[in-house]
Nanobody, 116 residues
Framework: QVQVAESGGGEVQAGESLRLSCEATGRSFIFAGMSWHRQVPGKEREMVARLWLDGTTQYADSVKGRFTISRDGVKNTIFLQMDSLEPEDTAVYYC??????????WGPGTKVTVFA
């Protein structure tokens, strides 16, 4: 059974950085795509960054130039380097393992709070 676990959330001041980690275990093959999403209360979950096995990336407009998604080699482990954080980045961040998030596996989330 696939399990996804995020880590690295926390509380920071605006302008500071955080690095989130995500590991998906329980499968012998490598997921072709993995992604980060975030959600605030009362709003829909939104995609933040996606990374495909060939190295292609996709970012939400709101985080372009500030966030970087990366992978630990050919492993089911990804990271999200978040720089120049803004209060609007406050959310619970979720990792998804799967080519299509709607068919993928979700972690329980890690909370990020950015103070002005």
């Amino acid at each position: 059974q696939v399990q996804v676990a995020e880590s690295g959330g926390g509380e920071v001041q605006a302008g500071e950085s955080l690095r989130l980690s995500c590991e998906a275990t329980g499968r012998s093959f490598i997921f072709a795509g993995m992604s980060w999403h975030r959600q605030v209360p009362g709003k829909e979950r939104e995609m933040v960054a996606r990374l495909w096995l060939d190295g292609t990336t996709q970012y939400a407009d709101s985080v372009k130039g500030r966030f970087t998604i990366s992978r630990d080699g050919v492993k089911n482990t990804i990271f999200l380097q978040m720089d120049s954080l803004e209060p609007e980045d406050t959310a619970v961040y979720y990792c998804n393992a799967g080519l299509l998030p709607e068919n993928g596996y979700w972690g329980p989330g890690t909370k990020v709070t950015v103070f002005a």
